[in-house]
């Protein structure tokens, strides 16, 4: 008899982790949930647990392990709290494959114990290849461990190369949507809010990769993401900025041909194609209506207008722990202006200040990165301090 497979959610409270829930809540013949792992958001993390009972729930923030006892023990429910809690449910022999729906270095520790542990990942945290993707690619390499993307372009890719003969790759065509300023004038950029900025056109995100989207610093991450999980050199990736959101992105080939990945902005459609280690699950989700598309259009990303997206190869170019400094800053950055301690032009400002500042390593050992995230985000914060 067939078992359901069994699955970790690593940021279940999240917008991917949520999505995650409701993708898998339609096929409770081929998956089952078994462990809930949440950052902070502990009601939420309870009212999920109630809802689809999981052998285990964990909350990072240890603060709030009480609360999560007292709800969810007495239905049977297993409870822990605390970053080795999470890195070692990763290894549980209750768990085959691992959603890592957190955003950012957070998801790091988890999935190199994922891969550790042979379990099969579903990555949804860009950041985890970003910060480490010389890492993560060795230990791929002794593992029995899969890793199939859930980001939207990076699954697009994936299914593109389906089947293909990957030497016959040409490059790589990340698309963007160009996000809520694609059209503002550079000099404007300097005034606008944090609300502006989660304003995003086509897709609903959560805030930290909204505002990524915003600056494009997502696409940044994104050439050096599509880099480590394609085995592709950075001179064969580009992006290039597509308004409609309808192409997810595109693979090109020695031959000319180009084959293009197409669908609704809804991000369960990749959740259901990794999760079904890519066999296409039937969904009753609204269908995609060529014949109601007036137009698909592309534009070079302007330079001026968002600069970030140029770290991306700069980090790759550069390599060592140039991307981790990146990352980390970025982080930093990005908190402070949700919370309206900086303005929207000073997230690339603190960037490459910081990347300026912090020591360059490299060839950097796990010790290395964990370090320089710490001395990247310590500095970021002492220049929006100062």
Known sequence: MYSPKRIAILGSTGSIGT???????????????????AGSKVDTLIQQAIARRPRMAIIADESKYLKLKDALEPLGIMTAAGPQAIADAMALDFVDTVVTATVGYSGLAPTLRAIA????????????????????????????????????????????????????VKQLIITASGGPFRNMPADRLESVTVADALHH??????????????????KAFEIIEARWLFDMEPSRIRAVVHPQSIIHSMV?????????????????????????????????????????????????PDAERFPAIKLGHYALERGGNTACVINAANEIAVAAFLNNRIKFTDIYRLITRTLDTV????????????????????????????
């Not at 999505?19 to 792992?37: G, R």
């Not at 995100?205 to 610093?217: E, L, P, R, Y």
């Open 201 to 218: 056109p086509n897709w609903s995100m959560g805030a930290k990769i909204t505002i990524d989207s915003a600056t494009m610093v997502n």
């Open 252 to 300: 090109e080939f020695v031959d000319g041909a180009i084959k293009a990945q197409l669908g609704t902005p809804d991000m369960r459609l990749p959740i259901r194609y990794a999760l079904g280690d890519a066999t296409r699950l039937h969904s009753g989700d609204p269908a995609l209506s060529l014949e109601a598309m007036s137009q698909l259009t592309f534009e070079r």
């Open 359 to 386: 020591p360059f390593i490299a060839e950097p050992a796990y010790d290395d990165y964990v370090a320089t995230n710490a001395e990247a985000r310590r500095i970021t914060e002492e220049f929006i301090k100062a």
């Open 117 to 168: 542990a042979g379990k099969d990942i579903a990555l949804a945290n860009k950041e985890t290849l970003v910060v480490a993707g010389d890492i993560v690619t060795r230990a791929l390499k002794e593992s029995e461990s899969r890793v199939i993307p859930v980001d939207s372009e990076h699954s697009a890719i994936y299914q593109c190369l389906a089947g293909e003969d990957r030497s016959r």
């Open 19 to 37: 999505q995650t829930l409701d993708v898998t809540s339609h096929y409770p013949e081929l998956f089952e949930v078994t462990v809930l792992i």
